[in-house]
């Protein structure tokens, strides 16, 4: 079950790392004057080779199905950093690839149907994501040899009860929960309603204020006699914020003016700050350390990949300016 829950962790740490964990970073941007920075109108350029990996050669047009597949349809709105982030990952998946196909990792006819099949479940037709139809199928059968290949690897990783607890007992601030309140309120849309019920509330006990709640409020929360759930500091309105953490337990606040109108505010229970046993914090402490060496590993190994193939890229044959960050091998 561990085995499961690794390789499960694994694969969600690599879809954020070579997917989402890109666009984080790369994010839809109008270049300067309007100018597209990729020039999709540029079909000269739309064969030249601008990857090679031993036999292999991949152009513009391979990059374009990429792009599609991260950015959507709109990806030629990507500022020119973002794109050259995305070209050095490009370069990254296709290294990948190449080992992959290396140690003959290949996809059964059943693996490639359900993938299919979850892609089409899934919505990508909103506005950061192309159509399925859209999209080109080898290019994204090619991340699934890819996501299989990584899998493999890490079999290797692991992470240890005793890692767990030093983590644990060396980071122990991080698992200390702040003090919390379980509130509830009545919210109306005038003031003089508002201080009528006050005066109805102020000095009645807890059953009195729920019916009232689901009588009068006009907040969501309503209907459960007005009950809003457990705060800490910060997740609510300041103004709220400052009444609510003022009060005792089953105290009532005074009239509170926001946006939403004018809310009586009731102070359930107050939790006062505590640690969160280890037992509580293991599961959350062993997925950060697997997902931290999971990070480390793909580093390293696309790094020890990039040392022993024969691969050369060639920026000037894209259809944008590359944007450098550091060294890399090119014509």
């Known amino acids: 079950m561990e085995h499961l829950i690794l390789k499960r962790c694994f694969r969600t740490s690599l879809i954020l790392g070579l997917v989402f964990g890109l666009f984080v970073s790369c994010e839809k941007q109008v270049p300067e004057e309007g100018v597209p920075a990729y020039k999709t109108d540029a079909p000269e350029k739309r064969n030249s080779v601008i990857l090679k990996i031993g036999d292999s050669s991949y152009s513009n047009s391979d990059f374009e199905k990429y792009l599609l597949s991260i950015a959507g349809q709109e990806y030629s709105d990507l500022t020119l950093s973002s794109l050259s982030r995305l070209f050095d990952d490009f370069v990254d998946e296709k290294i990948l690839l190449q080992a992959a196909k290396a140690q003959n990792i290949s996809l059964t006819v059943e693996e490639q149907k359900n993938y299919l099949a979850k892609l089409t479940r899934e919505s990508w037709s909103n506005e950061k994501k192309s159509p399925l139809d859209d999209l080109d199928y080898n290019t994204?059968?090619?991340?699934?040899?890819?996501?299989?290949?990584?899998?493999?690897?890490?079999?290797?990783?692991?992470?240890?009860?005793?890692?767990?607890?030093?983590?644990?007992?060396?980071?122990?601030?991080?698992?200390?929960?702040?003090?919390?309140?379980?509130?509830?309120?009545?919210?109306?849309?005038?003031?003089?309603?508002?201080?009528?019920?006050?005066?109805?509330?102020?000095?009645?006990?807890?059953?009195?204020?729920?019916?009232?709640?689901?009588?009068?409020?006009?907040?969501?929360e309503a209907t459960k006699g007005g009950m809003m759930g457990l705060f800490e500091m910060g997740q609510l309105p300041s103004e709220m914020e400052k009444v609510i953490f003022s009060l005792k337990a089953g105290e009532i606040s005074p009239v509170v003016e926001s946006s939403y109108g004018y809310h009586i505010f009731r102070l359930d229970e107050k939790l006062e700050p505590e640690l969160v046993p280890e037992d509580s914090a293991f599961p959350e402490i062993k997925i950060k350390i697997l997902n931290q060496r999971i990070k480390q590993f793909l580093s390293e190994h696309i790094a020890n990949l990039k040392s022993r193939w024969d691969w050369r890229t060639y920026p000037s044959h894209l259809s944008f300016s590359y944007q450098r960050i550091e060294h890399e091998e090119s014509e």
Not at 164 to 179: A, C, I, N, Q, S
Not at 204 to 212: L, M, N
């Open 140 to 220: 994204l059968l090619e991340k699934l040899v890819i996501e299989k290949y990584l899998s493999q690897q890490a079999d290797r990783i692991d992470v240890t009860d005793e890692e767990v607890e030093g983590y644990y007992e060396t980071h122990k601030r991080e698992f200390l929960r702040p003090e919390r309140v379980r509130v509830s309120q009545i919210l109306l849309q005038t003031e003089d309603k508002a201080v009528e019920i006050l005066e109805r509330v102020k000095n009645s006990d807890e059953g009195v204020f729920r019916e009232i709640a689901q009588k009068e409020s006009q907040g969501v």
